[in-house]
């Protein structure tokens, strides 16, 4: 950096680098929108009435931000242990299921009883599908990229698998018309509402999970544990930290978190049923891969992550205002979704490079005191490929023993 | 069971497989060269749905399936330039930004495809042509030499891709800048360089790879690969990043498709179960993804952005 900033006014200006992002690629759309002879001013100001101009705008941007705050919290802990979690679609897909089947399955029950369980079988669901590809990159070594990829294909066969056989509505099967869904789940098992007649519970556990993930980060000792081997495995091995099983279980509570996402997103759902067609995106909304954006524009904290995942539901809410209200094909989204993927992660470097006078052996070192974690926060993915002094990467699990 | 394994359909099995293979082939091929020099793209699917989008889209106006394979292999050559752009210049994650990459060309082309067509129309396919005296070979003329030119031309690429990629100066600084990009850079090889030239190979090489998908098909629709880039890139690490395990990985899964295709026409496979047997190649990559880390080492620069003097 040749100029010269003080590490506070670095720190904002680190902190702006991925909104700047997300406006670069909302420009870049309105090149799209003007090609697709829609008029961008008309698009992005329904864009943002949409998602923040009303009651019922709020809700539906709260309710969208929550499964990206469960995956956007889940992917800071993968993060942290340099690992990343492609896998979240998947992970959710799996959360939804076995939520589902615990809710077909399990006897009538009153709903306080009710609605931790299911959503605690979501989380299992979730944990089990991190937990594959964790203990594969810890014990075998196999890139986790590539694995949690696979899974996703795994868990949308199982997903309609499930839902057209085994879980399918009996009331399907009597009309013929067999579409892949269940019945309506019990209603005991439906989340408690909390204002008018969609705002349930979900945004506040998803609120509750993400300090709780700062707490477990950075004032316990397996968060300790979990940091040390995102920023050095070599360092947290002679540390005598158990490398291999840290890697193992930040997959599996990365997981845990997108499974009660998809619990939560079954329970949460105006149907109250587990719906499939055909593509993990069509259950997820794509919160798999929007929970890394989010977590990106959180700069990996997990308490920033929260107003970042709300910004980023108002992004995907006021993108089908803009879209209905312009009338572009909804692929539109999809394709704008991309860009702001990719300009976000474009940014990142950028912000980490600003903040990295604070981290990398100075982080490290001081990373038990009191104040560091928003300095720490900061390394984000710079940590992951810079704090391996010797050369070694902890994507590349074939270097690390 | 008998009716599996009578010859005809064992060998209209392995022609299918064959001409499945191909599309895997020729992205695997391309993703190759990047990973050999350090860079994963994790994009090829967006890249490949593109391409297949301009291909059919291309045959579709002129009637003529090499312009289409042309204007596929264009748009791939683009998108390999933004995805070097994405990676080595702004030396994004790259576990990350593919994934961008890959939704911008899932809502792209469906995009583009909804405004220029809306229903699809068919398009004409590549012509066969059946190979002089081999073709009329029973049995194996029927499985091996009556393709269409472009599934020649796409297992001609391997030797070629084997011989760049070792006998070959470009080949020894793709592998140079993948195991040592410190060691390259000092020797006076322009890292950025030939990371850049593997993606413009390996989009090039990923868009002629979703034309050949769609002209082979003679249609298009919403998510036409249906992730099957996603399994050229793992066929990379399946082949252990040699262009010859690569093919054997690419004509294994051709294989395991067409199996399960004619199963599931001949329903075999009750329809219930259809799903389970879709799970087949993602399982078998898995499967091989942990023999192969055994015995095989990715390249070492692999996902790491290059800079001077660090």
Known sequence: ?401 | MSEVFTTAVMIAVVASAIRLAVPLLLASLGETFGQRSGVLNLGVDGIMLLGAFTGYYAVLKTGNVWLGLFAAGIVGLALGVASAVIAVTLKAEQGISGIGIYLFGLGMSDLLFQKLVGTPIPIDTFPTVNVPLLADIPYIGEMFFQHNLVIYLAFAAIPVATFVMNKTTFGMNVRAVGEYPDAADTLGVSVSGVRYATQIIGGTLAGLAGGVLAISLGIFQQNLTNGAGFIAIALVYFGAWRPIGIMLGALLFGFVNALVLELKTLEIIPRDLSNIAAMAPAIITILALVFVARRFRAPSALTKPFTRGK
């Open chain 1, 1 to 401: 950096m040749s100029i010269n900033l003080s590490n506070k006014q670095r720190r904002y200006l680190a902190y702006s680098i991925p909104v700047l992002a997300v406006f670069a690629a909302l420009l870049f759309g309105a090149i799209m929108l003007v090609l697709l002879g829609a008029n961008p001013f008309k698009g992005y100001s329904e864009m943002f009435i949409g998602a923040f101009g009303s009651g019922d705008a709020l809700i539906a941007t709260l309710l969208k931000a929550t499964p990206l705050l469960f995956v956007g919290t889940g992917i800071v802990i993968a993060f942290r242990a340099g690992v990343i979690n492609i896998g979240a679609e998947g992970q959710m897909v799996l959360g939804g299921l076995f939520a589902t089947m615990a809710a077909l399955y399990l006897p009538e029950m009153p709903a306080i009883i009710m609605v931790p369980l299911v959503l605690i079988a979501g989380v299992i669901g979730g944990a089990l599908w991190g937990w594959i590809p964790g203990a594969l990159k810890a014990y075998y070594r196999v890139n986790e990229i590539l694995s949690t990829i696979m899974l996703n294909i795994v868990a949308v066969q199982l997903m309609a698998y499930l839902l057209r056989g085994p879980l399918i509505d009996p009331a399907e099967i009597e009309r013929g018309t067999r579409i892949p869904q269940t019945a309506r789940l019990a209603e005991s098992a439906d989340l408690p509402i909390l204002f008018g007649d969609r705002l349930h519970i979900g945004p506040v556990l998803a609120v509750l999970c993400a300090i709780a993930t700062y707490y477990l980060l950075w004032r316990t000792p397996l968060g300790y544990r979990l940091r040390a081997v995102g920023l050095s495995e070599h360092a947290a091995r002679y540390a005598g930290i158990p490398v291999r099983r840290t890697i193992a279980l930040a997959l599996t509570l990365s997981g845990a978190l997108a499974g009660l996402a998809g619990a939560v997103l079954v329970f949460g759902s105006e149907s109250h049923r587990m719906v499939t067609d055909g593509s993990t995106m069509g259950f997820t909304g794509g919160a798999g891969f929007n929970g890394i954006v989010a977590a990106l524009l959180g700069g990996l904290h997990p308490l920033w992550t929260i107003p970042a995942s709300f910004l980023f539901g108002g992004l995907i809410v006021g993108g089908q205002a803009l879209q209905r209200a312009v009338q572009v094909p909804s692929a539109l989204i999809v394709a704008l979704n991309g860009l702001v993927v990719i300009f976000v992660v474009a940014a990142d470097r950028y912000r980490a490079k600003l903040l990295s006078v604070d981290t990398s052996e100075e982080a490290f070192a001081k990373s038990d005191s009191e104040d560091d974690s928003e300095d720490h926060a900061a390394a984000g993915m710079g940590a992951v490929h810079d704090a391996a002094p010797d050369g070694t990467h902890s994507f590349d699990p074939e270097d690390s023993s």
